[in-house]
């Protein structure tokens, strides 16, 4: 087990088989490299991606699109390669969820441009960068 610190949950024992390796780490973060992913609450969409060495460093997360089989055929070089488990369904693709205090219009967007793509087998974990998608790293989210 794993003894994590959190600002927002406490302090966590965490399997360490649930550790999300990012090689690279994410855009901004290249030094934080384990990740946890967490619950936000039963039932709802969002999780939560925990650093297992910062304690304040987090993001909220969403499955980008559970439904659209064809997200990730833009993946180019390194990233195919690294994630065979697209076509096999062994892969989870997640988008970062940003809550915008002054924005009225779209105050909750989601990074659909630059998604966390997770190969639930190997717990690697790499941000990819999907130039030529067509999809935006501000993308509106609405819940129905």
């Known amino acids: 087990m794993l003894n994590v610190k959190t600002t927002r949950f406490g302090e966590i024992d965490i399997d360490e088989k649930r550790v999300i390796r990012f090689p690279d780490g994410l855009l ?8 946890v992913l967490l619950e936000h609450k039963p039932g709802s969409p969002l999780f939560w991606l925990q650093s297992i060495t910062t304690p304040y460093l987090a993001f909220v997360t969403i499955n980008s699109f559970p439904e659209k089989k ?4 833009d993946l180019q070089g390194v990233e195919k390669g690294t994630f065979k488990g697209v076509e096999d369904e062994r892969v989870i693709v997640l988008a970062i969820v940003t809550i915008k205090q002054n924005n009225t219009k779209n105050p909750i967007t989601i990074n659909l441009m630059g998604p966390l793509v997770i190969d639930t087998e ?4 790499r941000q990819v960068i999907l130039e030529k998608s067509g999809y935006s790293h501000q993308h509106p989210l609405i819940f129905s």
């Open 70 to 73: 064809d997200y990730l055929k």
């Open 122 to 125: 190997t717990q690697i974990g």
């Open 28 to 35: 901004g973060f290249p030094e934080q490299k384990g990740y």
